[in-house]
């Protein structure tokens, strides 16, 4: 099992630019979730999705939109980079216990000048 | 929103110390887990804790969920260079995790 794996690993974009993060996962879990990573701030939610179909706000939203394919994967969309999204993004999953026990893939390091 | 303490925020190690930090906060949560950060990496779960009072071991690490549900702490014994990383406290508030700041573990030199 590959666990949670995301595209790219780094990324570099102009202001005003728009990409697409991804995540995939086979474990078949059903709850998956966006995160990104500031110095000296922990980890800070964006969007989950409970479950395939759904999406719910994080913590920290705005400037961003999610896409719940499937069971598998889950996309982040930046639709106009500003260089506040400058940040590492992880994407994580997890089971039957829900929000318990999420399991990270190796994060997207998205720099935005 | 909810909101974790964590600390210490860095702390200095010594191969073969003992290490302790823990997490603090004023909501109560259900669960509590501790992950570990290396560099360029994403968070690893160490320990899951979901009892009030409970403590779980994994190896050198020993974790205890408070008994007022608003705390928890992380003991590693005896530590050893790749103990070095990121220390994450996190709580369970719904079905969504709240992340503490972390502490950053450092081997003195």
């Known amino acids: 099992n590959a666990g949670v794996t995301q595209t790219p690993k780094f990324q570099v974009l102009k202001t005003g630019q728009s990409m697409t993060l991804q995540c995939a996962q086979d474990m078949n879990h059903n709850s998956m979730y966006w995160y990104r990573q500031d110095p000296g701030m922990g980890l800070r939610l964006i969007y989950y999705?409970?479950?395939?179909?759904?999406?719910d706000k994080g913590e920290v939203p705005n400037g961003y939109n999610v896409s719940r394919l499937n069971k598998r994967e889950f996309s982040l969309r930046l639709e106009s980079a500003a260089p506040s999204q400058t940040s590492v993004y992880f994407c994580?999953?997890?089971?039957?216990?829900?929000?318990?026990?999420?399991?990270f893939g190796p994060g997207t390091r998205l720099t935005v000048l | 929103g909810q909101q974790l303490n964590q600390s210490p925020q860095s702390m200095f190690i010594q191969e073969g110390e003992d290490v302790s930090m823990n997490c603090t906060s004023s909501s109560i949560f259900n669960t509590w887990l501790w992950y570990k950060q290396d560099p360029g990496e994403g968070p690893v779960l160490l320990i899951a804790?979901?009892?009030?009072?409970e403590l779980t071991s994994n190896g050198r690490l020993t974790a205890q969920f408070g008994i007022t549900r608003k705390d928890s702490f992380l003991n590693i014994s005896a530590s050893i260079p790749s103990d070095v990383g990121i220390y994450f406290c996190a709580g369970l508030y719904g079905n969504k995790l709240v992340f503490g700041a972390g502490t950053i573990l450092r081997v003195k030199s």
């Open positions: 994580a999953s997890s089971g039957e216990r829900g929000g318990n026990e999420q399991f």
């Open positions: 999705s409970a479950s395939e179909g759904t999406t």
């Open positions: 804790l979901y009892k009030a009072g």
